[in-house]
């Protein structure tokens, strides 16, 4: 990462592609983590939701809280196979960008 000077003589970052596969990676990972952790919510609410049909209360108590998680899921699942994309995309070209400095 090279630092440039700008008209307010602050530096200016810059990010190679390497960089940003690093992020890329973390938020994909980071994303990950969450997804897994709205299965287990689900899974936990589906037990509760079980159990407390047992005692008589009405599973549709539960239709809102079940529809929110399947929505957040689906936005983990895309999220997660977007930074998978982007980290990929910046890692090969990074690769490329090392392999063009030692020719």
Do not use: C
Request: proline fraction near 1%; charge should be negative.
């Amino acid at each position: 990462m090279s630092n440039q000077i700008n008209s307010k003589n602050k530096p200016l970052k810059s990010y190679d592609a390497g960089d940003m596969s690093d992020v890329y990676g973390i938020a994909h990972e980071s994303t990950e983590w969450l997804s897994t952790l709205l299965s287990q919510i689900k899974k936990e609410t589906k037990n509760l939701q079980e159990e407390l049909k047992q005692q008589g209360i009405y599973e549709g108590h539960f239709h809102a809280v079940s529809k929110l998680l399947d929505l957040s899921e689906f936005m983990a699942d895309e999220r997660i196979a977007y930074f998978k994309r982007l980290h990929t995309e910046h890692a090969q070209e990074w690769e490329a960008d090392k392999k063009a400095v030692t020719l």
